[in-house]
Each structure stands twice: as C-alpha cells, then as structure tokens.
C-alpha cells in the first residue's frame, strides 16, 4: 500500500509523497535510539520527546496534527483520536484465515511442507503454508496454523498449538496444551467504547527451548516477541506481548510475566513470580518465589525476595523485624503517652 491509501484506510490526513511505499509497522520500543529508524516503515509516535529521541528519516510516523512538523511523512489525526488511528492500523495488517483455502477435509493442508523424515500422528493438524523440518514429531491434537516453522527435531506434545506467522526453533519441546502465539492482552477505553487492539506480530523461540504444559506465550503486538536459546519454561507460566526473553533463562511454575518486560540473559524466575509490564531484569540474577518485581533490577544482583522485590538478605532482615511488630506496639504506645504528657 501507498501512504495515501492508508491515510485513506484510516480516514486521516497525510504529508508527504502519497505514492510512498509503506512496507508495514514497525515497534518504536524495540529501535535503538542511536539508528535511524527504517524507512518506508510506520512508526506510532505521540509525544513530542519521542521525535527528540529518534532520527526520523525517511520513515512514517502516526501522530498527532499538533506534530505535523516534526517528520516529513506522516500520517496525521486529532489528537484525541490518535490511539484509535492506530488501532485501525494494526488493525489493517491482522492476519485473517482464507477458508476458501480449506475445501477438503484434510489435517493437513496440500500447501504445507513436511519433511519427508517428519512424523505427524493422526490427529494433528498442519494448516496452510506451515512448514515442518527433520524429524519433528507432532503428536495428535496438536495444530500448527498458516505459515508457522517448527524447527528440525523438535517434539510438539497433544494439544500444543502454534499460532500463524510464529517460529519454533530447532530441538524444542512443547508439551501438553501450551500455546504459542496467543493474542496479546491489548485494549484501549475510549468514551465507554472498549477496543480490541490487534496483535500483528508473532513469537519467535530459539533452539533447545522447553515450553511446560498449559504454558501461554503471547504473540507481539507488532514485531515479535522472542525466548532465547535454551531456555527452559515450566508448566503453566504466562509470558505477555512483547517480551524479550534471554538466553538460558529458567521460570518455574505460575509465573506471570506481564506485556513488554525485558529478560536479559541467565535469569532464574521462580514459582508464582509476577514481573510488572516494561520491567528489565538484570542478567544472572534470581527471584525466589512468590516474589514481585515492580521495577528493573541490575545486572549480577543477586536473588531477589518479596513484595516488591528486594535482595534477599536485606528482605530477612525486614520479615525478622515484623516478627517483632506486635511485641513492640505496646511500649511505643507508652512513650508516646508519655511524650505527650511531657508536652
């Protein structure tokens, strides 16, 4: 599409050439501040710091009229209906399935490619233009949809799903009922009107990756959201849109790790651990338990304990001293009596 056939799209007014080419939407959280941002791209901007911050080039912003002189191409609304334009956007480029592709009643789809050395058990489904490496076993009820990868002699267990568009690496174990490729949990509240915002983007995980059972990773809500190499993701743990998992990284059980945090590399999350949206944590360091993470930590930290987070020595030292709380209550009413009196 041209930048004028969007604007048109959308409904909005545009600057620049209107026979540009537009080759998508790209995610300003996840551009280096010291490249240019990619031409021919759009990017959503609504602050003015974020022009400072990023050379604009010939890319294409979504913003407010207000901000019209800040980029050269743009595609420009109100202010007020800015979030909504970019609903509409993304909105443009969310996969649709084609079932006109789907006239016979077969798992596996003519257009999708089986490596001869694959085995799919009776039961499993491949849809359209998926592609299925060497030696990757899928187990019945598991479903690969349109134009996902799974990697060379990975093993998908019953029930495990991997979504459009999303990449599973090579030597990756899924189990029972995991799903890749959720959509991410968007919305927006505008004037008693709740929208859905569309999840365009996908999950990519790298090789030797471990996925537990009933474990949710959700698809990126315009790029890709990615687990690194070797990392190994307990049963029923929620990793939300957007996030950048390192390499190496253990989470244990029921942990929860909201929208567009951050793991760096050798992180050890434990069980029924909840992580704050937008939260970096810091290579080789840990987070025992039932712990919660407001707020980035520091690479080579240590462990981590409590709510919120603290390290671990200095969060015994706090549970030791309310054990003493209720023995002290008593004596500190009396002081303060008698400071009032002496007042």
Known sequence: ???????????????????????GIKDLNLHPKSNPLKPNFIYFMEKKRQFKDYTIGDAIVLTS????????????????????AFIRLLSLYEFHLDTSLYK??????????????ARVLPGAVVMDHAVVENNVILYPGVVIEPYAKIGARSVLYPGAVVGHHCVVGEDCILHANSVIGADGFGFYDK???????????????????????????????????????????????HFGHNCQVGRRVYAAGNAGISGSVVVEDDVIIGGQVGVADHVRLGTKTMYMGLTGVPSDTEPNSGVYFGIPARPVRKMHRINAILDQLPDLIGPIKELLEKQKKQD
């Open 1 to 23: 599409m041209t930048l004028k056939e969007i604007a048109d799209k959308l409904q909005v007014g545009f600057q620049g050439d209107p026979n540009l080419p537009v080759y």
């Open 65 to 84: 009229d207000k901000l019209a002189d800040q980029a050269s191409n743009a595609l420009l609304t109100a202010e007020e209906n800015l979030r909504i």
């Open 104 to 117: 016979e009643n077969t798992l596996i789809h003519p257009t999708a490619t089986i490596a001869s050395t």
């Open 191 to 237: 004037n008693g009107v709740r929208y859905k915002i569309p999840q365009i983007g996908n999950v990519v995980l790298g090789n030797r990756v471990e996925i537990g059972a009933t474990s949710t990773i959700d698809r990126a809500t315009i790029e890709s959201t990615t687990i690194g190499d070797d990392t190994k993701i307990d049963d029923q743990v």
